[in-house]
């Protein structure tokens, strides 16, 4: 159910938590160094591409940018994954700062990567009709979650 916003242009949609059937997240670790203290955590979101199941620079999506006590623009991070046989995966990746935060335009770097996981997603079509005239409607492409 998708909640309108007042005054604002958008509309809000919370997921339902049995949409969301992820059973291996992706992490990304950024240690505490002698170089580099983070002093606030950042919210990093990383998803496979649900058909290739390619997990590259795009893929990644940064919720908040959290805070750095560094003098480098690069910091060194670790992305990790529990793969299907119970090992843990580890691809080693460098997060660019900028003013002691990730830089939005340019957040990480790595080698990208297959995620040998099964990925559970659903595919839908986001419908949206006006409310005082029901004969507007619009339907837009379908939209991945995962």
Not at 13 to 19: A, E, K, L, N
């Amino acid at each position: 159910m998708l909640d309108s916003v007042d005054n604002h242009n958008f509309y809000h949609w919370r997921i339902p938590q049995d949409f969301i059937n992820q059973p291996s997240r992706i992490d990304i670790i950024i240690p505490n160094t002698d170089k580099c203290t983070v002093y606030t955590a950042p919210e990093i979101y990383m998803y496979p591409d649900p058909k290739t199941k390619i997990v590259d620079e795009t893929t990644c999506y940064i919720l908040n940018k959290g805070y750095f006590i560094t003098a480098y623009s690069q910091i060194d991070a670790i992305i990790t994954y529990e793969s299907k046989a119970g090992t843990l995966i580890e691809i080693p990746a460098k997060i660019n700062l900028k003013n002691f935060q990730i830089d939005e335009i340019n957040p990480i770097e790595f080698e990208c990567f297959v995620y040998n996981n099964d990925i559970n997603y659903k595919e839908i079509k986001l419908v949206l009709r006006d409310h005082y005239n029901t004969k507007n409607i619009c339907v837009g492409e379908n939209i991945i979650i995962i």
